[in-house]
Nanobody
Framework: QVQLVESGGGLVQPGGSLRLSCAAS????????MGWYRQAPGKQRDLVAT???????NYADSVKGRFTISRDNAKTTVYLQMNSLKPEDTAVYYC?????????WGQGTQVTVSS
């Protein structure tokens, strides 16, 4: 059974920082791309950032220069460093990964940016 377990969400003031983590567990033979998506209330789920197994990254325009995606050396954990957070970054953040040639989603972690 493959799982993605997220952590690191919470409440932060505008201009603050948070770091999200997502770890893959279970019977993992291969992980290709990993990424983060977010969904605000009443809106669709949108891509935030992705990273390939080779380390190539892609970001939504709205987070470029503020967010950084990375992976650990074992390439089973993905991180999202979020700086200069804005109220419009408030959403549930979901981890996504292509594991054993199948897409998996994490359970989601709430990020709230508010004073």
């Amino acid at each position: 059974q493959v799982q993605l377990v997220e952590s690191g969400g919470g409440l932060v003031q505008p201009g603050g920082s948070l770091r999200l983590s997502c770890a893959a567990s279970g019977t993992v033979f291969s992980i290709a791309a990993m990424g983060w998506y977010r969904q605000a209330p009443g809106k669709q789920r949108d891509l935030v950032a992705t990273i390939t197994s080779g380390g190539s990254t892609n970001y939504a325009d709205s987070v470029k220069g503020r967010f950084t995606i990375s992976r650990d050396n074992a390439k089973t954990t993905v991180y999202l460093q979020m700086n200069s957070l804005k109220p419009e970054d408030t959403a549930v953040y979901y981890c996504n990964a292509d594991i054993n040639l199948r897409p998996y989603w994490g359970q989601g972690t709430q990020v709230t940016v508010s004073s």
